[in-house]
């Protein structure tokens, strides 16, 4: 059973991005990149966030470099 799931959440996540393409390119107006980039990655990030129930910590993002 475990695995069906996997499956199917497998290939789900390429069908909803798909998805999403064919909204933005055909729904909105052309010439906004960054417009169309936050409505594709808005959904993943929140179904992640709801999915995990907690931000994400500082440990993973880069610090930079230190100036002297």
């Known amino acids: 059973m475990a695995r069906n799931l996997d499956m199917l959440l497998a290939a789900s996540a390429p069908a ?3 998805s999403t393409y064919i909204v933005t390119t055909e729904l909105l107006p052309p010439g906004y990149p960054l ?16 999915a ?10 880069p610090r930079g470099r230190r100036r002297r």
Do not use: E, K
């Not at 169309?36 to 966030?49: C, I, K």
């Open 52 to 61: 995990t129930r907690q931000l994400p910590g500082r440990g993973g993002q």
């Open 16 to 18: 909803v991005w798909g």
């Open 35 to 50: 417009t169309d980039a936050v409505l594709r990655a808005l959904p993943a990030g929140l179904v992640l966030l709801a």
